[in-house]
């Protein structure tokens, strides 16, 4: 049975679906004003691996995962860059695209966006207000007025009076307690805007979401996920917002995952520390950033560092390396292995743990190589298995003469003429020579090995 961890109630929870056989799952995406991060990425690969695990259960899977394509950031970064927005945001979600294809990432099955969910919005806001829960505050903007929603806090584990007594909130008059947050914002000169029965103006962050899932999966789903970050205030506002408009329980599950940490902070935009997917696949190969993220349970910290990525890249090498010169054929799978594998991700999709055995799964493939028809069940097993991850699906032969590196001096038509040349120093006795080439290829991390009848192969450290 697969558990999953809910954070709603801090324990794990055996996965119940609201309707049998099948699954809806929303996650908030990115805000689509700069390129994608490693944090960013993170999420991505976390939840696309959620996803093809609930696939591979045999659900029938819904996965929904916003653009959130108008925010303040958005139009400060348009105005800096003296742009239209539309053309910056179509730029950063394309670019995202990118990234996640890089990566390996499946697309979702729905991907809307909050400026074409405007209409769904509004709606939305008029039921709070009919309901109680909203009000035009004397600026002209909505806000949501958080003591009336009796549960406010029960995700975040924060209290109302707590919050008020202790957490530092910027004094507005407009507003009718501190806390109370915006639902629509009245437009300054200038700015995009649209149509409402408040004036002219633009949503609030968090009722973009409820508006969206809600669309998309109904009042009430399985499972929203998201970055630890977002458990206060974004998705406290979202239940609060969305279970006031309907009256009914908004999610089952909540999943967040852990932060990606460099010297012991998170990483964030904000903060400056960040690095891009596109800087990182300068140096390591797309499957090495994906390993590396999988590499920790989904929940834990991930430390970011070269280091960090270069085991990822060792490891990647030494599957590969199980999987080289074995026939891919369509044979059964090691029945053992796979248990093995699911009760790792059965027990809230601990990739560690499901990683370690498939690095068992590569260790006995070594020893078995001998034997064609076990060699070729274990290598097919490794093969499914990392399939279910997003991983291992490359050409071993091609993804060990690439190394880890996407970024490397030495070309494969320049390898391969020193080999030969090497081959021909051997053959005239210049064991100098042929010592000095393969010396000269290790220094720039090409690795040569020898075997019987004069042949060398090679791979990149």
């Given at each position: 049975?697969l558990?999953?961890?809910?954070?709603?109630?801090r324990?794990k929870?055996?996965f119940?679906?609201?309707?049998?056989?099948?699954?809806?799952?929303?996650v908030?995406?990115?805000?689509?004003?700069?390129?994608?991060?490693?944090?960013?990425?993170?999420?991505?690969?976390?939840?696309?691996?959620?996803?093809?695990?609930f696939?591979?259960?045999?659900?029938e899977?819904?996965?929904v995962?916003n653009?959130?394509?108008?925010?303040?950031?958005?139009?400060?970064?348009?105005?800096?860059?003296?742009e239209?927005?539309?053309g910056?945001?179509?730029?950063?979600?394309d670019?995202m695209?990118?990234?996640?294809?890089?990566?390996a990432?499946?697309?979702?099955?729905?991907?809307?966006?909050a400026?074409?969910?405007?209409?769904?919005?509004?709606?939305?806001i008029e039921?709070?207000?009919i309901n109680?829960?909203?009000?035009?505050?004397?600026?002209?903007?909505?806000?949501?007025?958080?003591?009336?929603?009796?549960?406010?806090?029960q995700?975040?584990?924060?209290?109302?009076?707590?919050?008020?007594?202790g957490?530092?909130?910027?004094?507005d008059?407009?507003?009718?307690?501190?806390?109370?947050?915006?639902?629509?914002?009245?437009?300054?000169?200038?700015?995009?805007?649209?149509?409402?029965?408040?004036?002219?103006?633009?949503?609030?962050?968090?009722?973009?979401?409820?508006?969206?899932?809600?669309?998309?999966?109904?009042?009430?789903?399985?499972?929203?996920g998201?970055?630890?970050?977002?458990?206060?205030?974004?998705?406290?506002?979202e239940?609060a917002?969305?279970?006031?408009a309907?009256?009914?329980k908004?999610?089952?599950?909540?999943?967040?995952?852990?932060?990606v940490?460099?010297?012991?902070?998170?990483?964030?935009?904000?903060?400056?520390?960040?690095?891009?997917?596109?800087?990182?696949?300068?140096q390591?190969?797309?499957?090495?950033?994906?390993?590396f993220?999988l590499?920790?349970?989904?929940?834990s910290p991930?430390?970011?560092?070269?280091?960090?990525?270069?085991?990822?890249?060792?490891?990647?090498?030494?599957?590969?390396?199980?999987?080289?010169?074995?026939?891919?054929?369509?044979?059964?799978?090691?029945?053992?292995?796979k248990?093995?594998?699911?009760?790792?991700?059965n027990?809230d999709?601990?990739t560690s743990?499901?990683?370690?055995v498939?690095?068992?799964?590569?260790k006995?493939?070594?020893?078995?190589?001998?034997?064609?028809?076990?060699?070729?069940l274990?290598a097919?097993?490794?093969r499914?298995?990392?399939?279910?991850?997003?991983?291992?699906?490359?050409?071993?032969d091609?993804f060990?003469?690439?190394?880890?590196?996407?970024?490397?001096?030495?070309?494969i038509?320049?390898?391969?003429?020193?080999?030969?040349?090497?081959?021909?120093?051997?053959?005239?006795?210049?064991?100098?020579?042929?010592?000095?080439?393969?010396?000269?290829?290790?220094?720039?991390g090409?690795?040569?090995?020898d075997?019987?009848?004069?042949?060398?192969?090679?791979?990149?450290?």
């Amino acid at each position: 049975m697969l558990k999953i961890y809910n954070t709603l109630t801090r324990k794990k929870e055996t996965f119940i679906p609201k309707v049998a056989g099948k699954v809806g799952m929303y996650v908030c995406g990115m805000t689509v004003y700069d390129y994608c991060h490693i944090g960013h990425a993170r999420v991505m690969v976390v939840f696309d691996t959620v996803a093809r695990y609930f696939r591979y259960l045999d659900y029938e899977l819904t996965y929904v995962r916003n653009v959130t394509d108008i925010d303040d950031k958005i139009i400060q970064r348009a105005l800096e860059n003296g742009e239209e927005f539309t053309g910056l945001t179509q730029r950063f979600i394309d670019a995202m695209h990118e990234d996640e294809r890089s990566l390996a990432i499946l697309p979702p099955d729905s991907e809307p966006k909050a400026t074409e969910s405007i209409a769904d919005i509004i709606i939305l806001i008029e039921k709070l207000i009919i309901n109680g829960f909203a009000y035009v505050g004397s600026n002209g903007d909505v806000f949501y007025a958080v003591n009336k929603f009796k549960n406010y806090g029960q995700l975040s584990r924060k209290k109302l009076d707590e919050l008020q007594a202790g957490e530092r909130v910027n004094v507005d008059e407009a507003k009718n307690n501190p806390l109370d947050f915006v639902l629509w914002k009245m437009s300054k000169s200038g700015e995009p805007s649209w149509k409402s029965p408040w004036g002219q103006g633009r949503p609030g962050w968090h009722i973009e979401c409820s508006a969206m899932s809600t669309c998309c999966l109904g009042n009430h789903f399985d499972i929203h996920g998201g970055g630890m970050d977002l458990q206060f205030p974004h998705h406290e506002n979202e239940i609060a917002q969305s279970e006031g408009a309907t009256g009914e329980k908004f999610v089952n599950l909540w999943m967040h995952n852990g932060f990606v940490r460099v010297d012991d902070e998170k990483m964030s935009k904000s903060l400056g520390n960040f690095f891009t997917v596109r800087e990182v696949l300068k140096q390591y190969r797309p499957e090495v950033i994906r390993f590396f993220i999988l590499s920790s349970h989904y929940r834990s910290p991930l430390n970011y560092s070269d280091a960090q990525l270069d085991d990822a890249q060792t490891a990647l090498t030494r599957f590969y390396t199980a999987l080289r010169g074995i026939k891919m054929s369509d044979v059964a799978i090691d029945n053992d292995y796979k248990v093995r594998f699911d009760t790792a991700m059965n027990d809230d999709f601990n990739t560690s743990i499901a990683v370690s055995v498939l690095f068992d799964l590569a260790k006995e493939l070594n020893k078995v190589k001998a034997n064609i028809e076990q060699a070729e069940l274990l290598a097919a097993t490794l093969r499914y298995l990392g399939s279910i991850l997003g991983i291992l699906q490359d050409n071993p032969d091609e993804f060990l003469k690439g190394g880890g590196s996407s970024n490397y001096t030495l070309s494969i038509e320049k390898i391969e003429t020193l080999i030969k040349n090497r081959i021909k120093a051997k053959q005239n006795k210049d064991w100098a020579m042929a010592d000095k080439i393969r010396d000269d290829l290790k220094s720039q991390g090409i690795i040569l090995e020898d075997a019987a009848g004069n042949t060398t192969t090679w791979r990149r450290e």
